[in-house]
């Protein structure tokens, strides 16, 4: 009971069966820019999504996607950066770097996390861009 056993950067007690990290968590790029990068592109995506399932024809998705991205396009990208900018800020928070100073110690990462949401949101607009001409 409270002999500590350190394997890598995982601590267990005897008495604590769930293992905690130790140092600091590394902020989580990939989720955090995949996230907003598909919220940005909803408008797309969405009706893709369910011209691929069957759900509706590809020619019904062709005209929804088309209705939402020229009427509501800047809403969904709108709606894209909120989410990266509430995960990022939940991230850093709970990190307890939630300021200038620790804005400054992430900003790499904080900038690969706007770079992996600009690439999802290129490859998929992309992506649906080319279903669509087969519509």
Known sequence: ???????????TTSDRKTPTKTGTDRLPVWRIGLAGGLVGILCCVGPTVLAL???VSAGTAFVWATDLYDGYAWWFRL???AV???????S???RNQCSVAGMRRWRWRL???LAVAAGTYAVLYGLTTWLGTLA
């Open 53 to 55: 399932l069957g759900v």
């Open 111 to 113: 900038l690969a996390v």
């Open 1 to 11: 009971m409270g002999l500590r056993e350190q394997q890598g950067s995982i601590v």
């Open 79 to 81: 709606g894209g950066l």
């Open 84 to 90: 990266l900018l509430g995960l990022g800020w939940l």
């Open 92 to 94: 850093l928070r709970r």
